[in-house]
C-alpha cells in the first residue's frame, strides 16, 4: 500500500510462512487503515441526496457489504443497488444493467466485479481498503505452495487477490464452502485450502475432507474468546449463538448456528430466541436489528484476559468505506478497479464455476463431474 495521508490506525495482521520454510508458522506483520472523518448532521443528508443524484446521473448501482457503514447499507437498498455477502455482490453485479458498479467494501470485492464484469467501470470509495486474508496470502508465496501439492485440488476464498484466483481451480465464499468441498471430497479430490485456516479446520471437521492450509486469519474474527463467550452466556442462559466460521474452533464449538453473514441473518430470522449474541464484524448489526425489532443482539467478546483487540469487532478496512469518499469517486470516475485482462479471464474460471456450482444447487441438484486440477495460469 501507498503511504497514507490521512489519519491512519496501525493494524496487525498474521503472515503465515509457507510449509516449505518449515510451517505453519506465522509471522505478524504491520499494515494500516485510514480513519474516516464522521460528517456532520448537515453534511450527511447533504452528502447522500447527492450520491443519490449521481448514481441515476452516472448509470450506477452501489452494491454494499454487510460490514460497511449502515449509511452505506441504507444508500444501497434505497437505490435499487444490494447489501449482501460477497457471493451474492459478485453475482448482482454481473447480472445487473448498470454500466458502473459503486462497490463498497474491500479490495477483493472490487476486484471480483471486475473480472466478472470487465466491460464495466467499477469504482470503490478507497483502493487501499483492504483484508488481513488478502494481505498474508502473496501469490508468489501462494504459488510455491501448490507446486509443492500438485496432486490436490486448489479451492480458495473469495477473499484473495485476483493472482491468488488465478492460480486456483475453485473460488468459494462463507455461504458456498461447505457444499463445494464436501462435493469435491464425495468425487475423490484432495484439497489444497486457501487462505483462512479458521474457515478451512471448520470445512475439514464438517466434510471429513483431505486438506492442507494456508494459515491466514481474519483479524476481526480470530480476536473473539471462547472463555468470556461462556461467561456472557451464562448471563444470558436463554441467548442463542451466531458464529461465523472464521472465528476460532473453540468460539464455533459454542455456535446455536455457524455460517456466513446470510445465513446468521436468517438464523436469527428464524430462531425463536429473544437475544442472540453474535460473534462475526459488528457492522452486522444494523441489518439484524433492522429484520428483527422484537430481539436483542449483543456483540460476542473480543475482550477479556486474553484479548489483543487488534480490531474490536470491526474491520478497519471495511470502516474506510464513507459517504465522502463515495460522492467523490461517483463524480470524478476517481479510484476505479483495473485487473489484468489476461488475469482476469484466468481468475474468471474458478469463480465461474462457483456461481454455475451454486445456481445448480438452487436448483436442487450438485453438479456432476467437477472439473480436477487446472493448474497453473
Ligand atoms: S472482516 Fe476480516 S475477512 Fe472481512 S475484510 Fe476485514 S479482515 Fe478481511
Known sequence: MTNPTLSHKEVEYEQPQSELDGGPVCTT????AR?????TTLER????DKIRRLLKEKNAVMVSHYYVHSDLQDLAEETGGLVSDSLEMARFGRDHAATTLLVCGVRFMGETAKILSPEKRVLMPDLDATCSLDLGCPADEFSAFCDA???RTVVVYANTSAAVKARADWLVTSSCALDIVKALKDQGHKILWAPDRHLGGYIQRET???MVMWEGSCIVHDEFKSFE???LLREHPGAKVLVHPESPAA?????????????????ARQMDAKEFIVATDNGMMHKLRTLNPGKTFMEAPTSGNSATCKSCAHCPWMAMNGLADVARVLETGANEIQVDPALGLRAKLPIDRMLAFTAALKQGSVPKGL???IGAA
Do not use: F, R, Y
Not at 29 to 32: D, G, R, T
Open 29 to 32: 506483520k504491520q499494515a494500516w
Open 371 to 373: 472439473v480436477a486440477h
Open 45 to 48: 443528508a447533504a452528502l447522500k
Open 229 to 231: 463467550l461462556q461467561e
Open 149 to 151: 501439492h500438485p496432486d
Open 35 to 39: 480513519v474516516p472523518v464522521a460528517p
Open 251 to 267: 468460539v464455533v464449538a459454542l455456535a446455536d448456528a455457524v455460517g456466513s453473514t446470510s445465513a446468521i441473518l436468517n438464523a
Open 208 to 210: 471429513g475432507a483431505d
